[in-house]
């Protein structure tokens, strides 16, 4: 059953290939220009632990170890993204995990051919970017929006 179509929080995740390759912002063009708004975003080395608990789904899974040592193994940026049925618009940007059948014109699609190496992760449910959130980000991190004529000098 479809979810009612509302504004949601999502988590993004630009992984180590993404950065070395100089597209954050293209990436972040994309989710911009999709009309989805930064709330949060953080440039940074993750630890082993925490990428154990971001993909602690895939745990006994045959790519798990690779996964946890690809993740950690240089510099990503983490975002929390906001729109209309983000979650969903995110996915569709980001493409399918495989590369080979992401659709020409998603990330993945126009830039990878790996399924590790896929330039982004992008949470697959309202639970799951919930979570995700919650792991990578504290309340302090979130900016809430300023319309324009409010902005400090």
């Known amino acids: 059953m479809e979810s009612e179509d509302h504004i949601e929080s999502t988590f993004v ?8 390759r100089g597209l954050i912002g293209e990436i972040i063009s994309r989710l911009e220009e999709k009309g989805l708004e930064l709330r949060a975003l953080k440039f940074k080395n993750l630890d082993i632990e925490t990428a154990k608990k971001h993909y602690v789904e ?6 798990y170890d690779h996964l946890v040592y690809y993740v950690t193994s ?18 569709q940007l980001v493409g399918s995990t495989n590369p080979i ?13 790996e399924q590790v190496r896929n330039l982004v992760h992008a949470a ?6 919930s979570r995700e959130l919650a792991l990578h980000f504290n309340k302090e991190d979130f900016v809430s929006e300023l319309p324009v004529g409010e902005i400090a000098e």
Do not use: Q, T, Y
């Not at 895939?58 to 790519?63: A, I, L, R, W």
């Not at 059948?101 to 051919?113: H, K």
């Not at 697959?124 to 970017?129: I, M, P, R, T, W």
């Open 101 to 113: 059948e992401a659709m020409p014109g998603s990330l993945r699609g126009d830039f990878c051919l």
């Open 58 to 63: 895939h745990m006994g899974k045959p790519f």
């Open 13 to 20: 995740m630009i992984k180590p290939d993404g950065v070395k």
């Open 74 to 91: 240089g510099p990503i940026i983490i975002m929390a993204v906001e729109g209309f049925n983000a979650v969903r618009a995110v996915r």
């Open 124 to 129: 697959d449910s309202l639970e799951s970017a």
